[in-house]
């Protein structure tokens, strides 16, 4: 069993920036891709970003592209999502979640991943 913990989230302005960390206690996360998804008030879950498990492959959804970043230190058992200029409409809870590590491949799938945190919440003001 994996046990994911995000932290980071709070209160943000528009235009700043947050870094979002998922680590884990158990197991290690380096034979997992890893991904950020997001749920705002009313909405469904989103993707947001995913990581290959070494980190080689990265993928962002295209409202964050330029803005967000996903990184990972598997030494740390730790993933991150850097997000700068945030705006209003990124205010949501974002969850971190675990998939399948092979090769290179990460999912912007919901349905991919089978480990999943708590969620922390991130609100923008304007």
């Known amino acids: 069993q994996v046990q994911l913990e995000e932290a980071g989230g709070g209160l943000v302005q528009a235009g700043g920036s947050l870094r979002l960390s998922c680590a884990t206690s158990?197991?290690?996360?380096?034979?997992?891709?890893m991904g950020w998804f997001r749920r705002a008030p009313g909405m469904e879950r989103e993707f947001v970003a995913g990581?290959?498990?070494?980190?080689?492959?990265?993928y962002l959804a295209d409202s964050v592209k330029g803005r967000f970043t996903i990184s990972r230190d598997n030494d740390k058992n730790t993933v991150y999502l850097q997000m700068n200029s945030i705006k209003p409409v990124d205010t949501g809870v974002y969850y971190c979640?675990?998939?399948?590590?092979?090769?290179?491949?990460?999912?912007?799938?919901?349905?991919?991943?089978?480990?999943w945190g708590q969620g922390t919440q991130v609100t923008v003001s304007s």
């Open positions: 158990g197991r290690t996360l380096n034979t997992y891709a």
């Open positions: 979640a675990a998939g399948t590590g092979l090769d290179e491949v990460l999912s912007t799938d919901y349905d991919y991943y089978f480990y």
């Open positions: 990581i290959s498990w070494s980190g080689g492959s990265t």
